[in-house]
């Protein structure tokens, strides 16, 4: 690694970085600033490698790699590496796949899409830097939360922040095509993180033709083998956000021909116990006509989802607040 360093930075660089950083955390956080960004890589193109990194603990496993807790050994950045034995992409035959997902994710840059940071490869490996988030899969946390599902408050808010993140990802002419919780990290400051953009696809054309997607979140012109659009997008987000409200998703069956049948007859059965603001939101976003369901844009600024964003907000204020009162009884005590 060369560590001769064009690009040094200086102290004046800071002052936009520091703007919200609290007093007492001023000189660490300057600190820690300084460190990244007098890195080799900082803005100039750097070869990575494994040996930038130290390998942790392992953080899950997928079809084709496994994700470990990785450090940068110079500024001790952590990130989640995931890790690609190339014989076995080229096995599975998704190679092109992979490719696709290094060059979609690595260009989009939103709060609410996971980043690729960088990405290398040796002999044997493909090796990507993602951005961590600590809670992992939605999936699990829908699965562990009561009646495996979300109160409205919480469905609301993640609603949101996935329709935001899929705003950008049509201006940007992608479209996600594989929405569901498995494919949503979530954070340890509770926001979601769009990740797996293996079937995601750009839209220079608008209007494409290639089934893919999770079954029971396919829409009617994609069964039909349909050309398709965007908006593929809104009717998985109108089945994601059913499925945290109920805990399952409304076309599920036994056969692939009785999923099929249920999506096409758009037949959806709203339990008792969903509110009229969230029916609404639902069969909005659940229309046969790509055209006809409601724009993310429109997602936003729902009136179900303000309000019970609103409410998310307000409990975890609230809980942030108990837990500081928690610790100030307990140094009372002398704990
Ligand atoms: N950025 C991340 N931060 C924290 N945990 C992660 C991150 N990325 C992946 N993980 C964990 O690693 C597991 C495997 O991730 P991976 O992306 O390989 O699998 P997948 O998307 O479930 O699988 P596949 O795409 O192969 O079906 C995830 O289920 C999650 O628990």
Same mark, same amino acid.
């Not at 969903?274 to 659940?286: A, D, H």
């Given at each position: 690694?060369?560590?001769?360093?064009?690009?040094?930075?200086?102290?004046?660089?800071? *002052?936009?970085?520091?703007?919200?950083?609290?007093?007492?955390?001023?000189?660490?956080?300057?600190?820690?600033?300084?460190?990244?960004?007098?890195?080799?890589?900082?803005?100039?193109?750097?070869?990575?490698?494994?040996?930038?990194?130290?390998?942790?603990?392992?953080?899950?496993?997928?079809?084709?790699?496994?994700?470990?807790?990785?450090?940068?050994? +110079?500024?001790?950045?952590?990130?989640?590496?995931?890790?690609?034995?190339?014989?076995?992409?080229?096995?599975?035959?998704?190679?092109?796949?992979?490719?696709?997902?290094?060059?979609?994710?690595?260009?989009?840059?939103?709060?609410?899409?996971?980043?690729?940071?960088?990405?290398?490869?040796?002999?044997?490996?493909?090796?990507?830097?993602?951005?961590?988030?600590?809670?992992?899969?939605?999936?699990?946390?829908?699965?562990?939360?009561?009646?495996?599902?979300?109160?409205?408050?919480?469905?609301?808010?993640?609603?949101?922040?996935?329709?935001?993140?899929?705003?950008?990802?049509?201006?940007?002419?992608?479209?996600?095509?594989?929405?569901?919780?498995?494919?949503?990290?979530?954070?340890?400051?509770?926001?979601?993180?769009?990740?797996?953009?293996?079937? =995601?696809?750009?839209?220079?054309? $608008?209007?494409?033709?290639?089934?893919?997607?999770?079954?029971? +979140?396919?829409?009617?012109?994609?069964?039909?083998?349909?050309?398709?659009?965007?908006?593929?997008?809104?009717?998985?987000?109108?089945?994601?956000?059913?499925?945290?409200?109920?805990?399952?998703?409304?076309?599920?069956?036994?056969?692939?021909?009785?999923?099929?049948?249920?999506?096409?007859?758009?037949?959806?059965? +709203? *339990? *008792?116990?969903? =509110?009229?603001?969230?029916?609404?939101?639902?069969?909005?976003?659940?229309?046969?006509?790509?055209?006809?369901?409601?724009?993310?844009? $429109?997602?936003?600024?729902?009136?179900?989802?303000?309000?019970?964003?609103?409410?998310?907000?307000?409990?975890?204020?609230?809980?942030?607040?108990?837990?500081?009162?928690?610790?100030?009884?307990?140094?009372?005590?002398?704990?």
């Amino acid at each position: 690694m060369a560590h001769a360093r064009t690009k040094h930075a200086t102290r004046t660089h800071l *002052p936009h970085l520091m703007a919200h950083v609290p007093g007492e955390q001023q000189e660490p956080v300057k600190q820690m600033c300084l460190k990244m960004m007098s890195h080799d890589a900082y803005g100039k193109p750097y070869e990575w490698s494994t040996r930038d990194f130290e390998m942790g603990a392992p953080l899950g496993r997928g079809k084709f790699g496994r994700v470990y807790l990785a450090r940068e050994r +110079y500024s001790h950045y952590i990130v989640a590496m995931k890790v690609m034995f190339k014989e076995e992409l080229r096995k599975g035959n998704v190679q092109r796949q992979v490719l696709r997902e290094i060059e979609i994710q690595s260009r989009l840059k939103h709060p609410h899409i996971l980043r690729l940071l960088t990405w290398f490869h040796d002999e044997s490996r493909i090796y990507l830097a993602l951005e961590i988030a600590t809670e992992g899969e939605l999936f699990k946390h829908l699965r562990n939360a009561p009646n495996h599902r979300f109160d409205e408050p919480r469905a609301a808010k993640y609603t949101y922040q996935v329709a935001n993140a899929l705003n950008y990802c049509h201006l940007n002419n992608v479209i996600h095509r594989d929405l569901k919780p498995e494919n949503i990290l979530l954070t340890g400051t509770d926001d979601v993180k769009l990740a797996d953009f293996g079937w =995601s696809a750009h839209t220079p054309t $608008n209007k494409r033709k290639t089934l893919c997607g999770t079954l029971d +979140y396919l829409p009617p012109e994609m069964v039909d083998g349909r050309t398709y659009d965007d908006s593929v997008d809104q009717w998985c987000l109108g089945i994601l956000c059913y499925e945290f409200l109920v805990g399952n998703a409304p076309f599920e069956a036994n056969t692939t021909e009785n999923t099929y049948d249920k999506i096409r007859r758009l037949e959806v059965k +709203y *339990p *008792p116990h969903m =509110s009229k603001g969230s029916k609404e939101l639902i069969s909005g976003l659940l229309r046969r006509q790509g055209q006809g369901r409601i724009t993310l844009i $429109n997602v936003m600024t729902h009136p179900w989802v303000k309000e019970n964003m609103a409410k998310r907000a307000a409990e975890l204020l609230q809980k942030s607040s108990d837990r500081g009162k928690e610790n100030v009884q307990k140094n009372d005590c002398g704990i």
